[in-house]
């Protein structure tokens, strides 16, 4: 069995900053001590890693990403093999990516289909949510099936008409089934028959360019969405996990259920917190690149969306790391808003992007560790295999160089997709040596993992439920 020791490091959980050094034995976090004891365990380790003026922070856990996902036409850019690479370059050790039902097709078709994507290709260990698109009675018999193999969550979408949509009676059934198997019900709310109607009056209108994307997915239609899905899941009596919030008028409606002990829990994503609709209205076709549902937002709304990161309203920062190349890919949309494949790649910057909010005084350190890793970590059934650094955790570990400057680019970035959303911002702090399940993957500059290495992972229900 290999031992590994992180050495003077300032080890940052959700919960505590102190200085300690982590023994890592195989898998396992072994222990964690102060210099004296750890002085002790040298000879018997190895390797030492030094991590004087760094943090050790556990491993990021990214609960929303869509590795190769079919979508208008294409594939979403990034295999499992080069998504679970960027991801551990940016210092992220789990992902929980969106196996798909098809129309017409059984959940453990689609789930077997992006078993068979992932396995033996991925840097990093993996688990999977489940998208519902056929709510009927088989679907929802074969919910409490993939609940006991570890899938836990499942997504649905208010959006999308005739591909990944469900109508409000669908969602309830779901979600009355999820009430009985202790699924945690996702949802992707926008009010897509309304938008599709705004989709052609803009396209009839002669309006095809990137930024009418943004326009036609009204923030009204997410909140309205919203509060749909709240209710739902009141009626039901399940708690609700919201996608990619992206608005102030949305996040409204999650606070105001919150505040009166709905359990509602919501995730926002680096896109909405640093890019906006002026990134959509860019120039040429480029504003393509930006492309996402919900879309970005005017500036506005990025303040409502920190302070809600501040108050947990929002609890969970994930990417929906869904890439697809500008050249080809994005392309498709040329002249038609509504056929540019919807995403933004960023599995690999999540990390650092938030990291500058640390750096900018926007959020503690440890707050930084809590939205990136410990509570998608809880929320997804992980926790404390992920999330943690205590004893008996997997050794997904971070050292992070809380100095590094370095600028986001796709001259730069191991993302298998020719942009990046972040084009030249300057960012403070990368991650310099990463482990996953006691494994160095990445260590100072270098790939040093392995396709195969990560493993799936069979996921406990919520933590926020029991
Ligand atoms: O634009 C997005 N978000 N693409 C991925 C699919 C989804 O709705 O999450
Ligand atoms: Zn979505
Ligand atoms: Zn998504
Ligand atoms: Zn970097």
Known sequence: MSRTLIRGGLVVTATEEILADVLVEGERIAALAGPETSEQWVAGVDRVLDASGMYVVPGGVDGHTHMQMPFGGTYASDTFETGTRAAAWGGTTTIVDFAIQSRGRALREGLDAWHAEAEGECAVDYGFHMVL?????????????????????????????????????????????????????????????????????????????????????????????????????????????????????????????????????????PQYLFLTVDDLARPGFEGAKYVCSSPLRPAEHQESLWRALRTNDLSVVSTDHCPFCFAQQKELGTGDFSKIPNGIPGVENRLDLLHQAVVDGRISRRRWVELASTTPAKMFGVHPRKGAIVPGADADIVVYDPAAEHVLSAETHHMNVDYNAYEGRRVTGSARTVLSRGQVVIDSGEYVGRKGHGRYLQRSTCQYLS
């Open 133 to 269: 698109s056929d709510i009927g009675e088989q679907t929802l018999k074969e919910m409490d099936t993939l609940v006991g193999e570890g899938v836990t969550s499942f997504k649905m979408f208010m959006a999308y008409p005739g591909v990944f949509y469900s109508d409000d009676g669908q969602i309830l059934e779901a979600m009355q089934q999820a009430a009985g198997n202790g699924a945690l019900t996702m949802m992707h709310a926008e009010n897509g028959i309304a938008i599709d109607v705004l989709v052609k009056q803009a396209l009839a209108a002669g309006h095809t360019d990137p930024k009418y994307h943004g326009q036609v997915r009204h923030p009204l239609l997410e909140a309205e969405a919203t509060h749909r899905a709240i209710q739902l899941s009141r009626v039901a009596d399940v708690p609700l996990y919201v996608v990619h919030v992206s608005s102030t008028d949305a996040v409204a409606e999650i606070t105001a259920a919150r505040d009166v002990g709905t359990p509602v829990f919501a995730e926002t994503c």
